[in-house]
């Protein structure tokens, strides 16, 4: 099992910045890819980050590439997303997600089975 604990959530005008956190615990952190999702009111839960268990390998669908970035320290059980030139349209919850996936695996939605509560991000016009 692994617990998911997100934080770092807000309300912050458009252009504006936030970081958000995932604190990991239970087994085995450094050996699972971490993805971020976004679920917008009345909208589907979506994948928009995604990063291996080493780092090197990430994910980003193309509505927030070039503004957000994510990145983990497997020493610390944490994964961070950081989210600049933040939009309206960002606003949403955002769950973060973990599971066994390698390769071009870790971009398929579908293979992330251990989630967070969500943190809410609000982006004003």
């Known amino acids: 099992q692994v617990q998911l604990v997100e934080s770092g959530g807000g309300l912050v005008r458009a252009g504006g910045s936030l970081k958000l956190s995932c604190a990991a615990s239970?087994?085995?952190?450094?050996?699972?890819?971490m993805g971020w999702f976004r679920q917008a009111p009345g909208k589907g839960r979506n994948l928009i980050a995604a990063?291996?268990?080493?780092?090197?390998?990430?994910y980003y669908t193309d509505s927030v590439k070039g503004r957000f970035t994510i990145s983990r320290d497997n020493d610390k059980n944490t994964v961070w997303l950081q989210m600049n030139n933040l939009r309206p349209e960002d606003t949403a919850v955002y769950y973060c997600?973990?599971?066994?996936?390698?390769?071009?695996?870790?971009?398929?939605?579908?293979?992330?089975?251990?989630w967070g509560q969500g943190t809410q991000v609000t982006v004003s016009s």
């Open positions: 990063i291996n268990w080493s780092g090197i390998d990430t």
């Open positions: 997600a973990a599971d066994r996936v390698s390769g071009y695996e870790i971009s398929n939605p579908l293979r992330y089975g251990y």
């Open positions: 239970g087994r085995a952190f450094n050996n699972r890819a």
